[in-house]
């Protein structure tokens, strides 16, 4: 599983309506509105690092109201929760 932190900027009051744009792309799993120099930080969650130049440049830089973005690549996972357990939740058999 590939986890890429996308960053972005939006134009004017953008935000909300980039941010709902952005929940409806294969692959975003969030969406959060913070301060700072950044108004969007996106989670990209996928299978293959192949798909990150089509969902990056192809859908989440063309969401109407986004001015800017920025990529970072996960290279590990360090967390207290069970990632695993939380993705697979609703899926059975699996």
């Known amino acids: 599983m590939v986890t890429a932190v996308v960053l ?14 952005m929940l409806a792309i294969e692959g975003v799993t969030e969406v959060y509105s913070v301060t700072g120099p950044y108004d969007l930080v996106v989670m990209v969650r996928i299978p293959d690092f192949e798909r990150l130049a089509e969902i990056v ?7 109407p109201g986004v001015a800017r973005t920025e990529t970072m690549v996960a290279f590990r996972t360090y967390s207290n929760y069970d990632l695993d357990r939380v993705w697979s939740l609703g899926f059975e058999g699996e």
């Open 8 to 21: 972005v900027t939006t134009e004017g009051e953008r935000v909300q309506e980039a941010a709902q744009a």
């Open 57 to 63: 440049p192809e859908r989440i830089a063309q969401v």
